[in-house]
């Protein structure tokens, strides 16, 4: 017997990041750059990866700006 499952789920990476001047505006912590990639899952199996850029903040995590 064959059991399908539809479980879709999308996991965020930081691959790495460095110190960038700017602070948050929410909490004031410092910025830091850093090179993202998603990961897109189906039934646990990996079919889809997106590497980004983004702005964040290191104190709170609060992503600040990202580039697409
Ligand atoms: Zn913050």
Same mark, same amino acid.
């Given at each position: 017997m064959v059991c399908f499952c539809f479980l879709v789920d999308q996991t965020k990476k930081v691959k790495r990041?460095?110190?960038?001047?700017?602070?948050?505006?929410?909490c004031g912590g410092g910025?830091?750059?850093?090179?993202m990639i998603t990961q897109t899952? %189906? &039934?646990?199996?990996p079919f889809y990866w997106k590497s980004w850029k983004a702005?964040?903040?290191? %104190? &709170?995590?609060?992503?600040?700006?990202?580039?697409?």
């Open positions: 990041s460095k110190p960038v001047a700017g602070s948050c505006s929410r910025a830091s750059v850093a090179d899952r %189906f &039934c646990f199996v702005i964040m903040c290191t %104190f &709170c995590g609060a992503m600040l700006k990202s580039y697409r």
